[in-house]
């Protein structure tokens, strides 16, 4: 992805951020295709996925600053994943609200 042509924060720095991003969904769209996804079904697990990242940022915006999980040794033991239980109690506490 193409860096910012302008680091200021512009009114429509949005845009280009949006104009950086297109292709490369595009390509994630079309390969999904290739394998045998919808094109509509991808892009609602995309808007699922960003909906999930969303929760994650919110409850914690810089995960590189957490404090990293000891190693158990074996190759295979990829840690737990703190964010998951987060974001499953997020989703049940949005599902329940009126």
């Not at 394998?35 to 609602?44: H, L, P």
Request: aromatic share 6%.
């Amino acid at each position: 992805m193409d860096a910012p042509k302008n680091h200021l924060f512009t009114e429509d720095r949005h845009l280009h951020c949006q104009a950086a991003i297109d292709p490369m969904l595009r390509a994630v769209i079309d390969k999904a295709n290739m394998n045998g996804w919808g094109s509509i079904e991808t892009m609602d697990a995309i808007e699922e996925v960003m909906k999930n990242l969303r929760i994650a940022y919110a409850e914690d915006p810089d995960p590189a600053e957490d404090q990293p999980i000891a190693d158990s040794g074996n190759a295979n033991d990829f840690g737990e994943f703190p964010s998951a239980e987060r974001l499953i109690k997020a989703f049940v506490e949005e599902r329940e609200k009126p």
